[in-house]
């Protein structure tokens, strides 16, 4: 009997959340952690690979650029700088919307700006020192590990109940095309809804994330007021997001030492 599309994605979505914990996993070990055949785990690959999800190399699967989790020194740099840089935009009295990601998540220590706000559906924000100068409030939810993003039903009514002065969002992917995408399933739409009850809408993303695109979509580039990302984005890329409706565009320089 052919399987749905639905538990199809539910299925390639696992696989993602798998990676993200796992670093690499082999093609077998998939088979037997899903109870499917190599060659049905194949096709999954395949569409992830084509999705610029995944790579595939030698019988086993890793992440292109798992979402939030820096490949390398540079990007370590680059997300440190985009984080304070995003940071800079935070005024006084703000209230603020933070998604799951972890450059997102942050933004909020280097926050100097008073009396700020942050909601947010990243249960690792409870790892985050206490900061005098901003008062922290989880959404609840359903928790998805391993990136401990809180989703579901009651995330999605507490933002309903908030209007917040800015939004600060990573993605896994950014193109004139797709716009704003995901490789998780639940996620989404707990970005779709922050875009929609917030007034400002700041885009944190490293420049490996532009002209990529992910298997669930959540925004468009035209809702996008402003893009963070790293000297690595081209004029060209930059010039294209812009012609398609992103408000402007800041590239920090990641090859110089961040400042704490």
Request: charged share 10%; no cysteine.
């Given at each position: 009997m052919k399987r749905s599309k639905a538990y199809v994605a539910s299925r390639r979505d696992a696989i993602v959340?798998?990676?993200e914990s796992r670093g690499e996993v082999s093609v077998s070990e998939l088979a037997e952690h899903f109870g499917v055949s190599a060659l049905t785990v194949r096709r999954d690959l395949e569409f992830l690979e084509a999705h610029q999800v995944v790579s595939r190399q030698y019988g086993t699967a890793k992440l292109l650029n798992p979402l939030g989790r820096p490949s390398g020194s540079r990007q370590v740099r680059a997300n440190k700088a985009i984080a304070q840089e995003a940071a800079r935009r935070v005024e006084d009295g703000d209230c603020l919307f933070v998604n799951a990601s972890s450059t997102a998540l942050s933004v909020i220590s280097y926050i100097t700006a008073q009396d700020v706000t942050v909601i947010t559906n990243n249960g690792k924000a409870l790892l985050?020192?206490?900061?005098?100068?901003?008062?922290?409030?989880?959404?609840?939810?359903e928790i998805r590990p391993p990136r401990a993003s809180l989703t579901g039903q009651v995330a999605l009514d507490y933002i309903k109940r908030v209007t917040a002065t800015k939004c600060f969002l990573g993605v896994?992917?950014?193109s004139a095309n797709y716009g704003l995408t995901s490789a998780t399933?639940?996620?989404?739409?707990i970005n779709a809804l922050m875009i929609e009850r917030s007034r400002?809408?700041?885009?944190v993303a490293d420049s490996s994330k532009i002209?990529?695109?992910?298997?669930f979509q959540f925004g468009s580039t035209d809702e996008v007021d402003l893009l963070i990302t790293d000297t690595g984005a081209t004029d060209a890329q930059v010039a294209n997001l812009m012609s398609h409706g992103v408000g402007e565009v800041v590239r920090v320089d990641a090859s110089m030492p961040a400042g704490e």
């Open positions: 959340a798998l990676l985050l020192e206490g900061r005098p100068n901003v008062s922290m409030l989880l959404t609840g939810g896994t992917g950014i399933a639940p996620e989404p739409a400002e809408h700041i885009i002209g990529l695109t992910s298997s």
